[in-house]
């Protein structure tokens, strides 16, 4: 399971050793469609940019630019990459007797991208951003949509 942060930040908060960010625009589809709210994750194949990773959630095109560090673009290098999608079901609901209103009690988490692509050691999904890329857009498919129980 990936848990991602995304925190903003000013150009004070820029770490000084961070590397030139090239822009970097993924579109994610499930079964030819856009995927929505899908965790895409670039995970360093080289040691020299491990502490680099850029991340992002698609939006409802399926689309997302990719961030290191709460900056727009990813450094060069090449990366694996990593794609999950989280939903929460099966809500179960309860009144709440302060309010009147119904709330959420329970809920169970489920995983809706097929495994494979939500772990660096399995994924097909790989780029390389070399700096000379004037047009660093890139499409990953991950195949028919599937819910698997997150314990």
Do not use: W
Not at 13 to 39: I, R
Not at 121 to 140: A, L, M, R, S
């Amino acid at each position: 399971m990936i848990t991602l942060i995304v925190v903003g930040c000013s150009s004070s908060d820029k770490p000084a050793d961070l590397p030139k960010l090239y822009s970097c625009v993924v579109m994610v589809t499930q079964d030819g469609s856009p995927l929505p709210e899908a965790t895409v994750e670039f995970i360093p194949v080289n040691s020299d940019n491990a502490k680099y990773r850029a991340a992002s959630v698609t939006g409802n095109d399926g689309k997302v630019s990719m961030k290191t560090y709460g900056f727009t673009g990813a450094p060069v290098g090449k990366y694996k990459i990593i794609i999950s999608k989280i939903i929460n079901d099966d809500l179960e609901y309860a009144e709440n007797p302060s309010t009147g209103q119904k709330e959420i009690v329970n809920f169970k988490k489920y995983q809706t991208v097929e495994l494979k692509y939500s772990s660096e050691k399995t994924t097909p999904h790989e780029i390389e951003i070399t700096g000379n890329n004037k047009n660093n857009q890139y499409v990953f498919d991950v195949g028919k949509a599937i819910k698997i129980l997150i314990p």
